[in-house]
């Protein structure tokens, strides 16, 4: 497991912390690469469920592999935040955190809140700002 994380986010090292892998080469081919690259991050997901990880945990290790799937398919920035995001190196360390029992869900699920939180006011914003709109500018 620890070599696929390497593989997908430090195949080719930029100093200490950082490192282009596979999961960001493949996400230079537009549509297919980020899809590719996350059905193979999820390769460390399911062994962390074979092996019991909490489900906080593990919805957390989906929600790491979705932010950088779906940023990652942005063209160019994308790119970028797949160099920088490391979803992977971030599994597998949630992973060792919690073999050794220092992991604690609640920091996963609030994670998770935060992050739903955040994808509601995504949703919600234009919505409001498009029946705002209406509403102002267009008298019938």
Known sequence: MEQLAWLLDRLIP???????????????????????????????????????????????????VAIDSALGSIPLVGDIFDIAWQANSRNL???????????????????LLVLLAAVVVMIAVPILLAIWAVQHFWRW
């Not at 949630?94 to 050794?100: G, K, P, S």
Request: glycine share 14%.
């Open 14 to 64: 930029l100093g200490r912390r950082w490192g282009i892998g596979l999961d960001a080469l493949l996400g230079l081919i537009p549509g297919l690469g980020d899809i590719a690259g996350g059905l193979i991050s999820s390769m460390i997901i399911f062994h962390a469920h074979r092996s019991g990880l909490p489900r906080p945990t593990l919805l957390r290790m989906v929600a790491n």
């Open 93 to 111: 360390e949630l992973y060792r955190q919690a073999i050794r029992g220092e992991r604690r869900t609640s920091r996963d699920t609030a994670f």
